[in-house]
């Protein structure tokens, strides 16, 4: 059974008791409330039939919780997950199209597939290529692009937002639906935080527009087809076509991972739990190929729904059965109240849950921890505006400043010369401007791994000293730092032992780590002589140099 519930997590869910279900039925109504009205107006940022957004609601929400290890995280459609599908298939087709149906059932296959492969594998450190910079970047930029792809209908512009340059035209009571809806959203997130604002003030909306006629003069949500999905499967794109899917679905998964991240570190954390990456990304991605089947577009894990989800109370996977349920009362019976709601007032739906993402006080805190990176977050935000429609490319350029920044960290280790300060630490010799620790000795630390990539800094360190100090006659390598050597670490150190004894100099190194040492002596490149000695402490090494009392 241990065994067999690795794999199907749902098998590890308590038994469910009246109990049980009251609270779990309870949170799941809360988070429903929310949830139902998002997952239609997201479907429309998607650029898909506002169905498919209870779609993607419907079986990936529990396809995902019965193989995740996280058991309240949201799953359905999100800002950054639905902006993203819109914007990689502008120009591929016609938005709500069947060739559009088509292309985004296959970014959620392809996005879903990477990962259940990378879950699967145990290769949830894939995620790390993503740096929060890079993620702050993007998810500000996506902030802005999604609120102004929503101002049109916000507004009731007639036309692009560009028009607004060009003697815009308004529909002024579409613009208030949306400007009051708006308004409404943010006092009850103020003010009401307990009252389900969103659907009281959607409800309001459709029964205003049902009363006066609006839908004669404006635009609403219309008739939603009522009934459960079918299975669905694309016909096959061309290779032209998946070949331009892979980019944004790549990015897709990346972005949905590190959501998914957000809410579950959240969860686990306040379980006391260990949080298993893997079994989650098996989830997230089983959540994208169930919503992909049922003819609608990639899901994510909305951080805010999922924070709703806990602290509504929800204790296990159950409650997300008990939303399940919901949801599909709603897609069997209730598809037709949504007719006459405004589309003004489901773009302020999504204008309201994007707003609270705009942050720019998160670029001056990123500037203070470390300016690299802050500027790594805002070419990523740049390059995220200013590539829009095919907006995946900030979030790729960004994972190749971080790695190439990673890189050239790689590449030019921290090497210091150390001298022993008066509160009997070793430090920097030159900044503390301390002493050497003896005549005619050179002390260094490298506070990196002896590999390929940093074999030469050290290299290059310890043959400028010489040149620029030829009477020395000791140097000590402070080898704590180092926790482990490759081949070119053990050529380069074999090539400095040898440089060093041909000058007559020796080698001391203390603190070497044992598996350092092991490679090392297998190398044979630790031969027993005077000209090499060991220490097994920092202590032991400054004795042998007569700087402290035996």
């Given at each position: 059974?241990?065994?067999?519930?690795?794999?199907?997590?749902?098998?590890?869910?308590?038994?469910?008791?009246?109990?049980?279900?009251?609270?779990?039925?309870?949170?799941?109504?809360?988070?429903?409330?929310?949830?139902?009205?998002?997952?239609?107006?997201?479907?429309?940022?998607?650029?898909?039939?506002?169905?498919?957004?209870?779609?993607?609601?419907?079986?990936?929400?529990?396809?995902?919780?019965?193989?995740?290890?996280?058991?309240?995280?949201?799953?359905?459609?999100?800002?950054?997950?639905?902006?993203?599908?819109?914007?990689?298939?502008?120009?591929?087709?016609?938005?709500?199209?069947?060739?559009?149906?088509?292309?985004?059932?296959?970014?959620?296959?392809?996005?879903?597939?990477?990962?259940?492969?990378?879950?699967?594998?145990?290769?949830?450190?894939?995620?790390?290529?993503?740096?929060?910079?890079?993620?702050?970047?993007?998810?500000?930029?996506?902030?802005?692009?999604?609120?102004?792809?929503?101002?049109?209908?916000?507004?009731?512009?007639?036309?692009?937002?560009?028009?607004?340059?060009?003697?815009?035209?308004?529909?002024?009571?579409?613009?208030?639906?949306?400007?009051?809806?708006?308004?409404?959203?943010?006092?009850?997130?103020?003010?009401f935080p307990r009252l389900p604002m969103v659907l009281l003030v959607l409800a309001a909306a459709g029964a205003l527009s049902a009363y006066t006629g609006y839908d004669g003069r404006g635009?609403?949500?219309?008739?939603?087809?009522?009934?459960?999905?079918?299975?669905?499967?694309?016909?096959?794109?061309?290779?032209?076509?998946?070949?331009?899917?892979?980019?944004?679905?790549?990015?897709?998964?990346?972005?949905?991972?590190?959501?998914?991240?957000?809410?579950?570190?959240?969860?686990?954390?306040?379980?006391?739990?260990?949080?298993?990456?893997?079994?989650?990304?098996?989830?997230?991605?089983?959540?994208?190929?169930?919503?992909?089947?049922?003819?609608?577009?990639?899901?994510?894990?909305?951080?805010?729904?999922?924070?709703?989800?806990?602290?509504?109370?929800?204790?296990?996977?159950?409650?997300?059965?008990?939303?399940?349920?919901?949801?599909?009362?709603?897609?069997?019976?209730?598809?037709?109240?949504?007719?006459?709601v405004p589309s003004a007032a489901l773009a302020a739906v999504v204008v309201a849950a994007v707003m609270g993402m705009i942050k720019p006080r998160v670029f001056k805190a990123l500037w203070?921890?470390?300016?690299?990176?802050?500027?790594?977050?805002?070419?990523?935000?740049?390059?995220?505006?200013?590539?829009?429609?095919?907006?995946?490319?900030?979030?790729?350029?960004?994972?190749?400043?971080?790695?190439?920044?990673?890189?050239?960290?790689?590449?030019?280790?921290?090497?210091?010369?150390?001298?022993?300060?008066?509160?009997?630490?070793?430090?920097?010799?030159?900044?503390?401007?301390?002493?050497?620790?003896?005549?005619?000795?050179?002390?260094?630390?490298?506070?990196?791994?002896?590999?390929?990539?940093?074999?030469?800094?050290?290299?290059?360190?310890?043959?400028?000293?010489?040149?620029?100090?030829?009477?020395?006659?000791?140097?000590?390598?402070?080898?704590?730092?180092?926790?482990?050597?490759?081949?070119?670490?053990?050529?380069?150190?074999?090539?400095?032992?040898?440089?060093?004894?041909?000058?007559?100099?020796?080698?001391?190194?203390?603190?070497?780590?044992?598996?350092?040492?092991?490679?090392?002596?297998?190398?044979?490149?630790?031969?027993?002589?005077?000209?090499?000695?060991?220490?097994?402490?920092?202590?032991?090494?400054?004795?042998?140099?007569?700087?402290?009392?035996?």
């Open positions: 059974m241990p065994r067999l519930s690795r794999w199907f997590p749902f098998l590890n869910w308590p038994r469910p008791t009246p109990a049980l279900l009251r609270g779990e039925v309870a949170a799941a109504l809360t988070v429903a409330v929310v949830m139902v009205p998002q997952s239609v107006a997201y479907a429309n940022l998607a650029g898909m039939p506002l169905v498919t957004g209870l779609y993607a609601t419907f079986l990936p929400m529990l396809a995902a919780v019965l193989f995740s290890a996280s058991t309240r995280l949201s799953v359905g459609p999100s800002a950054l997950s639905s902006v993203l599908v819109g914007a990689s298939l502008i120009g591929m087709a016609e938005p709500g199209s069947a060739q559009w149906i088509a292309l985004a059932v296959w970014l959620a296959l392809l996005a879903g597939a990477m990962q259940l492969v990378v879950g699967g594998t145990g290769s949830a450190w894939v995620l790390n290529l993503v740096s929060s910079p890079v993620l702050t970047g993007f998810s500000q930029a996506a902030a802005v692009l999604i609120i102004a792809s929503q101002l049109p209908g916000l507004l009731g512009l007639q036309g692009p937002l560009s028009s607004l340059l060009e003697g815009p035209r308004f529909e002024w009571e579409g613009m208030a639906y949306g400007l009051v809806s708006l308004a409404l959203f943010e006092l009850g997130k103020r003010k635009r609403v949500v219309g008739e939603l087809p009522a009934g459960l999905p079918s299975l669905y499967w694309p016909g096959w794109p061309g290779w032209e076509s998946l070949r331009e899917l892979l980019a944004p679905a790549l990015v897709l998964a990346l972005v949905s991972s590190l959501e998914m991240a957000a809410s579950a570190k959240i969860e686990n954390q306040k379980e006391g739990r260990r949080w298993d990456a893997n079994q989650d990304l098996v989830g997230q991605g089983v959540g994208k190929l169930v919503s992909g089947l049922s003819g609608s577009f990639p899901t994510s894990t909305s951080f805010s729904r999922s924070a709703i989800t806990l602290y509504a109370g929800a204790k296990t996977g159950w409650a997300t059965v008990a939303a399940t349920a919901i949801v599909l009362v709603v897609l069997v019976a209730l598809t037709p109240a949504l007719y006459h203070q921890v470390n300016r690299v990176e802050a500027v790594t977050a805002a070419v990523t935000f740049a390059i995220t505006v200013l590539s829009a429609p095919r907006i995946y490319w900030g979030v790729l350029t960004g994972v190749l400043l971080g790695l190439a920044h990673f890189l050239y960290l790689r590449l030019h280790p921290r090497i210091i010369e150390v001298g022993l300060h008066p509160d009997g630490s070793l430090r920097d010799r030159h900044l503390w401007g301390l002493a050497p620790l003896a005549g005619q000795a050179y002390a260094l630390r490298m506070d990196a791994e002896l590999d390929f990539a940093s074999a030469t800094a050290l290299e290059r360190a310890l043959v400028e000293h010489l040149a620029a100090y030829p009477d020395t006659r000791h140097v000590c390598l402070f080898a704590q730092p180092i926790n482990r050597v490759d081949a070119t670490g053990v050529e380069v150190f074999g090539a400095l032992r040898k440089l060093l004894q041909g000058r007559g100099i020796t080698l001391h190194i203390s603190g070497m780590k044992m598996p350092v040492e092991q490679v090392l002596r297998r190398a044979g490149e630790l031969p027993e002589g005077p000209q090499l000695r060991l220490y097994r402490t920092d202590i032991e090494a400054l004795q042998a140099f007569g700087r402290l009392s035996a």
